[in-house]
């Protein structure tokens, strides 16, 4: 993406009569006898101590002065303010060479060498798994111009803000995006964006971690993208019956295809599955790992009074409060022991941290993924029978109308995916954040994620 590059000694341009290495002869005293080098072990420095000087006879008059990078362009930087010769080791490209008026050196007798090429490597398969993104890279070009004075605008901006000088320098460059990343040939993108964002996107979320995690999380990223959404809290049954009459567009927690399947059943015909971006799941009662000697759901008989005859639940009418009273309980024939006590996923939690810090006996109803695992010792009991069923992957499921209405988003939303460590962190920092502060935490999230927004809503 560019090149030729090259190695080469400078002066300052206000240094009359010396435009090739030839020029330096006999000009000792002019420069102090010294070339400003830098880090003394770099393959340049060992070039022109051992053959560049040597070449043009210049070894027994200059001394090639160690040093460093950073402090050769501090010495070029005071001569210069004070128009004094100096001669520095430098290359090609270099944002030096945009900062100050330099003369290159000619090397006629070729002694620096030639040249090299920078390429852009990538491991093997990457062009097939991001081709868009292969065929920008294959065509990127910068020329001297634009790489040295992006250096330069970096190079003046604070440390840790390299990101900020970038997007300084596109400003001044407004052609280069459209240049290096063209949107694709079938419209413009950008356009399609306003278009469909300037419709609200109804939003409905349930009460559940990762739910909260995911929809503001998309809440973000969207807002970001111009897009306006009303987010609405339902219960799982009456989220379904919503969005099939088309009053809710979308919805980022469906687990599929087995906890909620009666939902997806009956309202299917009205309803799009956007796909899963993350799995698979696994449904469980959980107890504090002081409670010794119950490892499984069978290890529940003849324990009730030891947890009060209660197992905690969560929202009822949930299916998976469903699937604990239906099948688990009468299943492992607690049902005569313990009641499943209907409650809401914050309740739940709340008795779980009393519990725990009591260190007394409690089973609840709990999942994966979930950021309990994170905060306490936990053992999620084992279901020899499978009575849970198979784990569900988190699917994005919308109104059939979505896809006309949002087609940017809807391929976006189809492209959604998080790692565990992904999801457990954004949740974590919801969680430490508190109620009411979800929009901060996924701000501060996104701070150590700074890549996932253009990753999720590429532009």
Same mark, same amino acid.
């Given at each position: 993406w560019y090149g030729p590059t090259s190695l080469e000694v400078a002066v300052p341009s206000y240094v009359k009569g010396i435009e090739s290495m030839e020029d330096l002869k006999g000009q000792a005293d002019k420069f102090k006898g010294r070339i400003v080098g830098i880090e003394p072990g770099?393959?340049?420095?060992?070039l022109l101590k051992s053959?560049?000087?040597?070449?043009?006879?210049?070894?027994?008059?200059?001394?090639?002065?160690?040093?460093? %990078?950073?402090?050769m362009l501090a010495e070029l930087k005071r001569a210069y303010a004070k128009k004094e010769p100096v001669a520095v080791t430098l290359w090609s490209p270099h944002w030096a060479y945009n900062e100050f008026d330099l003369t290159k050196l000619k090397d006629p007798e070729g002694a620096w060498g030639e040249g090299d090429e920078i390429h852009t490597l990538a491991r093997k398969g990457f062009s097939s798994d991001f081709p868009e993104v292969g065929k920008w890279l294959k065509d990127f070009k910068m020329s001297e111009e634009q790489l040295t004075s992006l250096e330069a605008e970096i190079q003046g901006a604070d440390?840790?803000?390299?990101?900020?000088?970038?997007?300084?320098?596109?400003?001044?460059?407004?052609?280069?995006?459209? %240049?290096?990343?063209?949107?694709?040939?079938?419209?413009?993108?950008k356009k399609d964006i306003a278009a469909e964002a300037e419709r609200t996107m109804e939003v409905a979320w349930f009460p559940w971690e990762e739910d909260i995690a995911a929809t503001y999380l998309w809440k973000h990223v969207l807002e970001e993208r111009g897009y306006k959404?009303?987010?609405?809290?339902?219960?799982?049954g009456p989220m379904y019956a919503a969005m099939s009459r088309g009053q809710i567009d979308v919805q980022f927690d469906a687990w599929l295809p087995n906890t909620q399947k009666?939902?997806?059943?009956?309202?299917?015909d009205e309803l799009v599955d956007l796909g899963d971006w993350y799995g698979p799941t696994s449904l469980e009662l959980a107890?504090?790992?002081?409670?010794?000697?119950?490892k499984s759901l069978a290890d529940l008989k003849g324990k009730g009074e030891q947890f009060d005859g209660r197992i905690v639940g969560i929202e009822a009418g949930t299916e998976t409060m469903d699937i604990l009273k239906n099948k688990v309980v009468p299943g492992y024939g607690l049902s005569d022991e313990y009641k499943v006590v209907d409650s809401s996923t914050p309740g739940m939690l709340a008795e779980l941290k009393r519990a725990y810090a009591k260190k007394e006996p409690i089973a609840v109803m709990l999942w994966t993924p979930h950021w309990a695992y994170n905060e306490y010792k936990l053992n999620k009991l084992e279901d020899p029978k499978k009575l849970f069923g198979e784990g569900d992957r988190l699917r994005t499921v919308a109104h059939k109308s979505f896809t006309e209405n949002y087609p940017v988003a809807s391929d976006w939303f189809r492209d959604f995916k998080l790692s565990e460590e992904q999801l457990a962190g954004l949740e974590n920092e919801i969680q430490k954040r508190g109620t009411g502060k979800e929009e901060q935490a996924v701000d501060a999230w996104l701070k150590k994620h700074p890549e996932l927004v253009d990753e999720l809503a590429p532009v």
């Open positions: 770099a393959g340049e420095m060992q053959k560049v000087l040597k070449e043009y006879g210049l070894d027994k008059e200059f001394k090639v002065v160690d040093g460093s %990078t950073p402090a440390k840790g803000k390299e990101q900020d000088a970038v997007r300084a320098w596109l400003k001044d460059q407004p052609k280069a995006l459209d %240049t290096w990343a063209p949107v694709s040939a079938d419209g413009d993108k959404m009303n987010l609405r809290q339902f219960e799982v009666k939902y997806w059943d009956k309202y299917q107890v504090p790992d002081y409670v010794k000697d119950v």
